[in-house]
């Protein structure tokens, strides 16, 4: 069987959401690894923490900075209820497919 491991050093990976529950435990893998990592996220703009209100990135136009020398997107945003200004489908739906438009 061929080694199939992938040398990700040499890899950029922004994680949206990446303090949250799910976040957090990619986040800590990818540090294993070495891995370079950007942290998207609402709560706080220190080290290589991103702030990003998804429910404001719904162009691929929005993301374009963010995503300069980006090898890697995960995508882990994710809201159990709405609250003022996030929706469901802001979150869920606008924001991703901007991004992945943004990505293409």
Same mark, same amino acid.
């Given at each position: ?24 435990? #990619? ?9 370079? #990592? ?21 162009? +691929?136009? @929005? ?5 300069? @020398?980006?090898?890697?997107?995960? %995508?882990?945003?994710? #809201? ?9 489908? @802001?979150?869920?739906?606008?924001? +991703?497919?901007?991004?992945? %438009?943004?990505?293409?």
């Amino acid at each position: 069987m061929e080694n199939t491991e992938i040398n990700t050093t040499n890899i950029k990976v922004l994680v949206l959401g990446g303090n949250g529950f799910i976040g957090r435990n #990619i986040v800590a893998k990818l540090r294993l690894q070495g891995t370079q #990592i950007r942290i998207g996220s609402r709560k706080s703009t220190q080290g290589n923490i991103v702030n990003v209100r998804m429910q404001h990135m719904k162009k +691929p136009e @929005d993301w374009l900075s963010l995503l300069q @020398d980006i090898n890697v997107v995960v %995508n882990s945003v994710g #809201i159990l209820r709405e609250r003022r200004g996030e929706t469901y489908n @802001d979150i869920h739906t606008n924001s +991703p497919a901007a991004l992945a %438009n943004a990505c293409a």
